[in-house]
């Protein structure tokens, strides 16, 4: 069982990386080895949320230089599990959004470790509510997609009747896919986020590849620190990152 040591600071952080996401663990085993890592910076750090580095570019960063955009010339395919999840603790890959990135692959060096809030039952069952509608709608909107030469006959001959007929069949299919592929939190994911916490709205979205074995307090006492506008801590926070066990 592969885990990286990563020294700041505040003091050291021991990470297990997880075997079920393989590219993402095998990449930052390379990049560690390589000491490509060593002397960057946690460049972005938001209370309550998360703290990321792996930008390249943040080595030497003068102060009030923009940061976030650097890493290796190539991506890393998603490796999203449902059976991992942004708890407390959890390393994660950081990613461009979907507008320019659908298949939400990953930076090829830029992670986070989630610190995140202890949620309520009810705000989790809302969350769950508003997942499912989101599913969806994102469903029906890829089968019109599908259909789209259909819809736009109908439109040109204005099919009103069609139209509607067509809009009620996608519903109903889109909703019978859904119910054959439920969303929600799975047990261990209720009890996690009720207890020690995460971010849970990123969960499915994000591959998550590790979690925070020892050293917690010091990713919490980085989540502290104080940040400029653009989310940079206002004292640099360089890292030194090495293989523990491959």
Known sequence: MAKIKIETPKGDIIVRLYDETPKHRDNILKLAKEGYYDGTLFHRVIKDFMIQGGD?????????????????????????NPQLFHKRGALC????????????ESSGSQFYIVCGEVYKPAQLKQMEKQMKQNQVTTT??????????????????RDRAGLQD????????????CKANPVGFSDEQTEAYTTIGG???????YTVFGEVEQGLDVVNAINDVDTDNADRPTDDLTMNVSIIEE
């Open 93 to 104: 890959a950081a990613r461009l959004g979907d507008e320019v990135n659908p298949n939400k």
């Open 56 to 80: 390249p570019d943040s080595k030497h960063a003068p102060k009030g230089k923009h940061l976030g955009a650097g890493g290796p010339d190539y991506t890393i395919e998603a490796e999203i």
């Open 140 to 157: 029906f909107n890829d089968l019109v997609t599908y259909h789209k030469d259909e819809i736009m006959d109908m439109r040109r001959n």
């Open 199 to 205: 971010t849970p709205f990123l969960d499915g979205e």
């Open 166 to 177: 067509m809009q009620d069949r996608l519903m109903k299919e889109a909703q019978d896919i």
